[in-house]
Nanobody, 123 residues
Framework: QVQLVESGGGLVQPGGSLRLSCTASGSIFSINDMGWYRQAPGKERDLVAGITSGGDTNYADSVKGRFTISRDNAKNTVYLHMNSLKPEDTAVYYC?????????????????WGQGTLVTVSS
């Protein structure tokens, strides 16, 4: 069984910064793509940033230049550094990973989601 545990959310003023962390644990051979998604009230869950196992990154246009995604493969951890936060960044942020684990006795890929962490940007 594999799980993702997020931390680092909270209340921050506009213009402030936060760092989210997400660590994978369980029966893991390796982790392919990792990413952060967010869901605001009444809206769909959208990709914020993604990172491959080799370190290639991609970002939503709305966060380019403000957010940075990184990962520590030795720790099975992905980070999201958020700067210049805006009220419209308020949402529940979810970690996502494609994990190579044991499925039915054989190695297989499994998509795993974290439980979500709330980020509120408000004065």
């Amino acid at each position: 069984q594999v799980q993702l545990v997020e931390s680092g959310g909270g209340l921050v003023q506009p213009g402030g910064s936060l760092r989210l962390s997400c660590t994978a644990s369980g029966s893991i051979f390796s982790i392919n793509d990792m990413g952060w998604y967010r869901q605001a009230p009444g809206k769909e869950r959208d990709l914020v940033a993604g990172i491959t196992s080799g370190g290639d990154t991609n970002y939503a246009d709305s966060v380019k230049g403000r957010f940075t995604i990184s990962r520590d493969n030795a720790k099975n951890t992905v980070y999201l550094h958020m700067n210049s936060l805006k009220p419209e960044d308020t949402a529940v942020y979810y970690c996502n990973a494609e994990v190579v684990t044991v499925l039915g006795g054989y190695p297989g890929n499994l998509e795993v989601w974290g439980q979500g962490t709330l980020v509120t940007v408000s004065s």
